[in-house]
């Protein structure tokens, strides 16, 4: 294992595995904050890798590959059909990362949220499955469970509190309602993330409590009580990998949990450890607001199908961020480049001004706020 890069991920070493197709795996998101990470670990194993992005964030996170001789850039919107006709031919497989992420930044503007997590997502399965491209790999998310006092598995009822796990358990279900013989979604509902990447993020709970308590010397915890899954980012993306390469038998229109059984928190007691890795902040507790996010997450089917435990640990993740913030190399969390929400209202404040509408592709939104939300709750 080897660090590349100053995100202090842990990547594998080159390798000539002649399973490995020549055709490119089609990755979108592949500039964010999971996807800067996996396209580098694909590189590293060999695959040729097709980006699709519109680069909303910018290219900073992939700047140091875009020469690369095996990967290729596409630099466009995915919620275009016609681009994503032509993406997808001659590819693999797909990794579909592209979204908006978070509950606060997919409240900005729920058209665009629902067009960009949900309808597109059915464009680019459907046009991968007219491709004849066999594999395609979604990233979803923990948080479709939204509260439940239970243990929760990949079977457990869904309870989601958002419009954000709205719009991905409703991704999901339109998968797995195109699976057949040829074409073989598989679902990875990824653990709450945490950890340093080449796109740094401090919306997530881990990273921003971390950079509080270095930059501020306190952190408030609203509630505290609340169960959390956590999992490191390089971790979802080894998970990812491990996705792509099992038998198409082993994970076709299957579902994983990714994360492990031990790093389910209560967030108190995340504050604990961040407060004992770094003495000097004050840890608050603020029991007025509270999230009302709370999910025990069991994770034996990832373990036992494909092998995942995760490599990183809450308390070193939380020595690299601190090592980030004391050296500079991250000079101010608070910088809106790291923040989904921060950025995306940025974006809406521009587009107001510039008298255009956000969604400037026609793709048709076909489910109201309403019907989107009846449909992701029906069990």
């Known amino acids: 294992m080897i660090a590349t890069g100053n995100a202090n991920v842990k990547t594998e070493q080159v390798t000539t595995d002649p ?24 590189l590293n194993r060999g695959y040729h890798v097709r980006v699709l992005d519109r680069l909303m964030y910018g290219d900073d996170a992939i700047r140091d590959i875009l020469s690369h001789p095996r990967l290729e850039m596409v630099v466009a919107d995915f919620r275009d059909r016609m681009v994503v006709a032509r993406a997808v ?12 992420v978070g509950d606060p930044a997919c409240a900005i503007d729920e058209d665009f949220t629902i067009g960009t997590n949900f309808e597109a997502t059915r464009v680019i399965a459907d046009a991968a499955r007219r491709a004849g491209v066999g594999r395609f790999v979604f ?30 358990i409703a991704a999901e279900r339109a998968l797995l309602d195109m699976a057949d013989a040829d074409f073989a979604p598989v679902i990875m509902r990824f653990a709450t ?6 796109r740094p993020r401090y919306d997530l709970a881990v990273n921003v409590m971390t950079a509080k308590a270095v930059t501020d010397g306190q952190i408030t915890i609203h509630g505290g009580d609340q169960w959390r899954p956590f999992v490191h980012v390089d971790d ?8 792509l390469e099992a038998p198409i038998e082993t994970v076709a229109g299957e579902t994983f949990n990714v994360g492990s059984d031990e790093q389910n928190h209560q967030l108190k007691e995340v504050g604990e450890i961040i407060q004992r890795l770094i003495p000097h902040a004050a840890v608050l507790t603020n029991d007025l607001v509270t999230d009302k996010r709370n999910y025990f997450v069991q994770f034996t089917k990832i373990r036992e199908t494909l092998g995942f435990t995760p490599l990183h640990t809450l308390a070193e993740s939380i ?12 000079r101010d969390y608070q910088d809106r480049r790291y923040n989904n929400y921060q950025f995306l209202t940025q974006i809406v404040r521009e587009v107001a001004r510039q008298r255009r509408p956000l969604v400037t592709i026609p793709i048709a939104i076909t ?13």
């Open 89 to 100: 031919q001659g590819v693999s497989s797909v990794i579909h990362l592209g979204a908006i």
């Open 236 to 243: 979802i993306a080894r998970a990812l990998v491990l996705a």
């Open 367 to 379: 489910s109201t706020m309403e019907q989107l939300m009846s449909a992701a709750c029906d069990d």
């Open 139 to 168: 990233g979803s998310t923990c948080s479709v469970y939204g509260a439940s006092a239970e243990t929760l598995d990949e079977t457990s009822a869904l309870n989601p509190v958002s419009l954000y796990a709205n719009t991905k």
């Open 19 to 42: 399973v490995i197709s020549a055709a490119p795996v089609l990755v979108t998101g592949a500039a964010g904050y999971i996807g800067s990470i996996l396209v580098r670990r694909l």
């Open 319 to 330: 020595v690299e961020m601190k090592e980030a913030l004391d050296t500079g190399e991250v």
């Open 193 to 198: 993330a945490y950890g340093h990447s080449y």
